[in-house]
């Protein structure tokens, strides 16, 4: 998942475009041949949207879009039912973020009719507001395979954001820092038992940190600059991925594991990227990289190929191109993301098949 929340960008208001259908592209062969088409779920009615996460099987898609009146609302797209408006707490914005194994359960935030942010866990049965550490604000950010430990950032009673674990039994647990002010999680293995987010230091500068009950806090390398990132987490809690400044001081993506330390996933040409999402196995990273224009572009990297464009192996038709991947499915076959849809002249939601 693509673990840049929106925080106060989901109170943009976008200009109602005309809406449309989801479609679905043809596309040329590349990267093992397992996915040959690219589908656009489409919006609410409005004019955007983006994906964020996806089922383990890549039948379930979250994310947000904009509906007729150009408000992003959170939203659980499938094949058969279409794209469905997740609902809010009283106010016109939410969005989702996080979705379980089996696409049933979806975390996020809405918004509170008295203009808070609050995190929220959805199911069949509708939204669930699991609250905030004391604070106006808090955002859930993934939720473990079986969709009952939801992790995120909320704000503390001093309005200080620190990362936080939620059971329906022990409610919103603070997690801390690494000494310095504010943390947030942001990836979570499948049992819920390894965290992955980002922590001040005590110096003020931002590291990446794996959690666990034992442990607590542990601060990850960086790739020898002096700020990283994790965004996510293998199923076994093994493998993190997210980004890291390097010595040149550029943001780059990262793979980490004990055995091997950090490793930097290099870019599509340009200087930066990141890594937002990894699948079950640890096998599949995807995240966005700047190409040799300078121009973002969709990335999916393997050990046994590399960083590749995803707009090269999967091209959604002339003029369209995938410009973030925000998610990769269990099985590493699905990627879902935010990229330009040229068939509608927008900018919206896309997943791989």
Do not use: C
């Amino acid at each position: 998942m693509r673990k840049i929340l929106p925080g106060s960008a989901v109170l943009l208001v976008l200009a109602a475009l005309s809406g449309g259908l989801g479609s679905s592209l043809g596309a040329s062969g590349g990267g093992g041949g397992s996915t040959s088409s690219v589908t656009w779920p489409g919006t609410l009615g409005g004019g955007t949207s983006q994906a964020y996460e996806v089922s383990s099987n890549g039948s379930v898609i979250v994310g947000y879009a904009s509906n007729a009146s150009g408000y992003y609302r959170a939203f659980r797209w499938t094949a058969a039912g279409g794209m469905k408006d997740l609902g809010d707490f009283g106010y016109a914005f939410a969005a989702s973020y996080g979705v379980s194994g089996d696409g049933s359960v979806v975390v996020g935030e809405a918004w509170t009719a008295s203009f808070e942010q609050h995190a929220f866990r959805w199911t069949a049965a509708g939204l669930q507001d699991i609250g905030t550490l004391g604070g106006s604000y808090a955002v859930a950010a993934d939720v473990s395979a079986n969709g009952l430990i939801v992790v995120g950032e909320s704000y503390t009673a001093g309005s200080i954001k620190h990362a936080f674990r939620w059971t329906a039994a022990g409610r919103m647990q603070d997690l801390g820092t690494l000494g310095g002010w504010e943390s947030g999680a942001y990836g979570i293995s499948a049992d819920g038992t390894v965290i992955v987010g980002t922590s001040d230091t005590p110096g003020g500068q931002r590291r990446a940190f794996r959690w666990t009950a034992a442990g607590g806090l542990q601060m990850l390398p960086t790739l020898g600059g002096s700020e990283s990132e994790a965004f996510a987490v293998s199923a076994d809690g093994s493998v993190i991925i997210g980004r890291s400044t390097n010595a040149s001081n550029f943001r780059r993506a990262f793979r980490w594991t004990a055995a091997t330390g950090m490793q930097d996933l290099g870019t599509l040409g340009g200087y930066e990227s990141a890594a937002y999402d990894v699948s079950a196995d640890g096998s599949v990273v995807v995240g966005d990289s700047t190409n040799s224009t300078g121009s973002a572009r969709a990335f999916r990297w393997k050990a046994s190929t590399g960083m590749q464009d995803l707009s090269t192996l999967y091209p959604a038709g002339s003029g369209s191109y995938l410009q973030w991947a925000n998610a990769v499915s269990g099985d590493g076959l699905h990627v879902v993301g935010y990229g330009y849809n040229r068939s509608k002249s927008r900018y919206e939601a896309y997943s791989t098949n």
